[in-house]
């Protein structure tokens, strides 16, 4: 994780952000998710059920993954106390294509056509943790 991630600032929240959402790309491509899982607490529900739950799935059936690039820009960045903090973002990503253990073609998670624009809730424990996750708008 980068030094500046684990600042208690608004700097801090930001480079956490951007590491998380890095974290999260390694993760479609690898199928680790203990990586994630460390940045993120169970309180995030969609976190679960979006990312690190299909990649479980994912990993037990020996599936695999590529593409999936994520492009993320932090447009907003707020903190309380040092001990929690908002961060609206705006997203990009590259289709991820799924295939079998087999190698042949699962599925795919269609990309973004225009950058998607969300929410992440950050507590401080220990590091940061992202603790919800909300899409605004469409998703």
Known sequence: MPEAAK???K???VAFTEHWFDV???MYITNETRPLKALTKPACDLCA????????????????SVGGEI?????????E????GIVNFRLEQ???VVYSKNGDYYGKLPGTKKPDAGSLV???????????LQWLGTN
């Open 7 to 9: 600042e208690k600032s």
């Open 81 to 84: 106390g040092n001990s929690a």
């Open 122 to 132: 950050l507590i401080y424990d220990s590091g940061w943790k992202v603790i919800d």
């Open 24 to 26: 999260l790309e390694y």
């Open 49 to 64: 059920r979006k990312f690190i739950d299909p990649a479980d799935g994912l990993a037990k059936n020996g599936a695999w």
């Open 71 to 79: 492009d993320v820009t932090v447009t907003l960045a707020t903190t």
């Open 11 to 13: 700097e801090g929240i």
């Open 94 to 96: 590259e289709d991820l």
